[in-house]
């Protein structure tokens, strides 16, 4: 798992819950900047990795389980047609 599958990971949850990351992160009781591509990386280069917290709520406020949230990290030959 890669920095880079995280944050598609994410994306792709929010997009399948008809959000945007923003609204997802406003849903989720965080600050709708959280999930931002702005705030992926550090002004130094260095990944920024969404933290377990974020991860929870966000799991909390759309009702998926964390196993729901684990098939978005799957080769997209293996993901379900959506």
Known sequence: ???QDV???I???ARE???SCSGLAKRSG????TFNKSKRWSKYGQPRWPSTNSIAK???A???SLNDFIKYF???AQQPDR
Not at 30 to 33: E, G, I, N
């Open 1 to 3: 798992m890669t920095h």
């Open 62 to 64: 759309t009702g998926a």
């Open 30 to 33: 965080l600050d709708p900047t």
């Open 11 to 13: 994306d792709t949850f």
């Open 7 to 9: 944050w598609l990971a």
């Open 17 to 19: 819950h008809k959000m």
């Open 58 to 60: 966000i799991l909390d």
């Open 74 to 76: 799957a080769p997209a």
